[in-house]
């Protein structure tokens, strides 16, 4: 029997390295598309214009996160849930109740904004004012797109989901400012690329609607909708704030930079925070197929198997984050002059950023061991208060630094909060985070004898 469950351990452990592999590979190519639109962004229109882009979308982002409802990512938990239930029309009621809401709120979101926009455009430039006008376009395209890849997901379908939203949005966006600023040689302002991203996002939308009939079992599709909204709502509140503090951590210096006024910084920390970002591919790609791993392992409260992945997966995204990380630091001022000579003064805040994402990647995917273990609640507050902490360490750092400024309240932040989850789930689930586990070979055995620690029911 030990033996058995020993087996089955590792192919556990094999199924996140061939799918992590295989979604890491997607996300490759999602990066060096979104690359390619920086770029080609960056040297057509300049870091001014740029910077307007990089403010507007910032805010969008975040909008659209908490449009979502936090149903992009409970989809996920409970639509697979009710499969395996054979609740049919619980999966096709909560799929429905979550697209009528998150649309419902975006369109209200998205008119508020605009009339405040046109009430009161403060002391905003046409150009911000009509690039804004143009992305509250985005935010209910946005909150769809993202809750119909949750669904794909959901059914089996890792590559449709991604595709749409990492590809698609990108890859029109590049195509059309190719031919606009290239081959057509027209000047593109801040609202015409936005308009590019909101047609960029409509692509990725149908395609994504496509998936989700193409993929729908057919119990699901003939079953009659039923409804528990408070379960949804109470499990649902907790992602929705933890999708919008992730959303504000990461962009919290281009919000504050662009609303102090000074948007060509906002555009130049953008950037280099995008780049910065490849870091954590490695980890987000074993994060495709890591969840539901958790889920299941937890469940059956098979601690050893979870220790072992979750150190393993710490330490694969460790080694590859810390590959790239180098690679950008060592060819940082080339690689930013690339997108023109303004930009080079963003190299230290980049190399600033990648020593915070190379730390965060010793830790391990600890959000996302949270959330899959019941604990999304304390995830959502220890999120929201480093979020917090960003946001007014970086009002004093970028008062005194600038964008470095805004580089190093990111970083810190980033690492604070690694550090707390670090300290819950070793607390809560007495599982060692990250790479921890390396120096404690035995602590997989003693974790499964434990006799405080217990599985938690589920919430569906």
């Given at each position: 029997?030990?033996?058995?469950?020993?087996?089955?351990?590792?192919?556990?452990?094999?199924?996140?390295?061939i799918?992590?592999?295989?979604?890491f590979?997607?996300?490759?190519?999602?990066?060096?598309?979104?690359?390619?639109?920086q770029?080609?962004?960056?040297?057509?229109?300049?870091?001014?214009?740029?910077?307007?882009?990089?403010?507007?979308?910032?805010?969008?982002?975040?909008?659209?996160?908490?449009?979502?409802?936090?149903?992009?990512?409970a989809?996920?938990?409970?639509?697979?849930?009710?499969?395996?239930?054979g609740?049919?029309?619980?999966?096709?009621?909560?799929?429905?109740y979550?697209?009528?809401?998150?649309?419902?709120i975006?369109?209200?979101?998205?008119?508020?904004?605009?009339?405040?926009?046109?009430?009161?455009?403060?002391?905003f430039?046409?150009e911000?004012?009509?690039t804004f006008?143009?992305?509250?376009?985005?935010?209910?395209?946005?909150?769809?797109l993202?809750?119909?890849?949750?669904?794909?997901?959901?059914?089996?379908?890792v590559?449709?989901?991604?595709?749409?939203?990492?590809?698609?949005?990108?890859?029109i966006?590049?195509?059309?400012?190719?031919?606009?600023?290239?081959f057509?040689?027209?000047r593109?302002?801040?609202?015409?690329?936005?308009?590019?991203?909101?047609?960029?996002?409509?692509?990725?939308?149908?395609?994504?609607?496509?998936?989700v009939?193409?993929?729908?079992?057919?119990?699901?599709?003939?079953?009659e909708?039923q409804?528990e909204?408070?379960?949804?709502?109470?499990?649902a509140?907790?992602?929705?704030?933890?999708?919008?503090?992730?959303?504000?951590?990461?962009?919290?210096?281009?919000?504050?930079?662009?609303?102090?006024?000074?948007?060509?910084?906002?555009?130049i920390?953008?950037?280099?925070f995008?780049?910065?970002?490849?870091?954590?591919?490695?980890?987000?790609?074993?994060?495709?197929?890591f969840?539901?791993?958790?889920s299941s392992?937890?469940?059956r409260?098979?601690?050893?198997?979870?220790?072992?992945?979750?150190t393993?997966?710490?330490?694969?995204?460790?080694?590859?984050?810390?590959g790239?990380?180098?690679?950008?630091?060592?060819?940082a001022?080339?690689?930013?002059?690339?997108?023109?000579?303004?930009?080079?003064?963003?190299?230290?805040?980049?190399?600033?950023?990648?020593?915070?994402?190379?730390?965060?990647?010793?830790?391990?995917?600890?959000?996302?061991i949270?959330?899959?273990?019941?604990?999304?609640?304390g995830?959502?507050?220890?999120?929201?208060?480093?979020?917090?902490?960003?946001?007014?360490a970086s009002?004093a750092?970028?008062?005194?630094?600038?964008?470095?400024?805004?580089?190093?309240?990111?970083?810190?932040?980033?690492?604070?909060?690694?550090?707390?989850?670090a300290?819950?789930?070793?607390?809560?689930?007495?599982?060692?985070p990250g790479?921890?586990?390396?120096?404690?070979?035995?602590?997989?055995?003693?974790?499964?004898?434990?006799?405080d620690v217990?599985?938690?029911?589920?919430?569906?």
């Amino acid at each position: 029997m030990e033996m058995h469950d020993r087996s089955a351990g590792h192919a556990r452990i094999r199924r996140v390295v061939i799918g992590g592999a295989a979604a890491f590979s997607v996300y490759v190519a999602s990066a060096g598309v979104t690359a390619c639109a920086q770029l080609l962004i960056a040297r057509i229109v300049g870091a001014h214009t740029y910077g307007v882009y990089a403010y507007v979308i910032a805010w969008i982002t975040i909008l659209a996160y908490f449009c979502a409802l936090g149903f992009d990512i409970a989809l996920l938990r409970f639509v697979s849930a009710y499969q395996t239930m054979g609740a049919s029309g619980l999966a096709r009621g909560v799929i429905q109740y979550a697209e009528r809401r998150s649309l419902g709120i975006s369109l209200l979101v998205a008119f508020i904004g605009a009339g405040i926009i046109e009430i009161w455009p403060g002391p905003f430039s046409t150009e911000l004012t009509n690039t804004f006008l143009v992305g509250f376009i985005l935010i209910p395209i946005l909150a769809l797109l993202w809750i119909r890849c949750s669904i794909v997901r959901a059914f089996g379908g890792v590559v449709p989901a991604l595709i749409p939203d990492r590809v698609m949005r990108d890859g029109i966006l590049v195509i059309i400012v190719v031919v606009s600023g290239l081959f057509l040689g027209s000047r593109i302002e801040a609202q015409g690329i936005m308009m590019a991203t909101v047609a960029g996002a409509v692509v990725g939308l149908v395609l994504a609607s496509q998936a989700v009939r193409r993929l729908c079992p057919d119990a699901i599709r003939a079953a009659e909708p039923q409804y528990e909204p408070v379960t949804w709502r109470q499990t649902a509140v907790p992602f929705m704030i933890i999708a919008g503090a992730e959303a504000l951590l990461n962009r919290a210096g281009v919000v504050l930079l662009g609303w102090f006024g000074d948007t060509r910084e906002a555009g130049i920390y953008s950037l280099v925070f995008n780049i910065a970002f490849l870091v954590a591919l490695p980890r987000t790609a074993i994060n495709t197929l890591f969840a539901p791993t958790i889920s299941s392992l937890f469940t059956r409260n098979d601690r050893a198997t979870l220790q072992a992945l979750v150190t393993k997966a710490a330490l694969w995204t460790l080694c590859t984050s810390v590959g790239i990380a180098l690679g950008l630091a060592i060819v940082a001022e080339p690689l930013l002059a690339w997108f023109g000579r303004d930009f080079v003064v963003g190299a230290p805040a980049l190399r600033i950023l990648l020593l915070g994402q190379v730390i965060a990647a010793a830790f391990g995917s600890l959000l996302l061991i949270m959330t899959m273990t019941e604990h999304e609640r304390g995830a959502a507050v220890l999120l929201t208060l480093s979020a917090v902490i960003n946001i007014l360490a970086s009002v004093a750092f970028i008062y005194w630094l600038g964008l470095t400024g805004a580089a190093i309240a990111s970083s810190a932040a980033l690492i604070i909060w690694h550090i707390a989850m670090a300290f819950f789930i070793f607390r809560h689930l007495r599982l060692l985070p990250g790479l921890l586990g390396l120096f404690v070979p035995n602590r997989q055995e003693k974790a499964t004898s434990r006799p405080d620690v217990r599985v938690k029911a589920s919430s569906v």
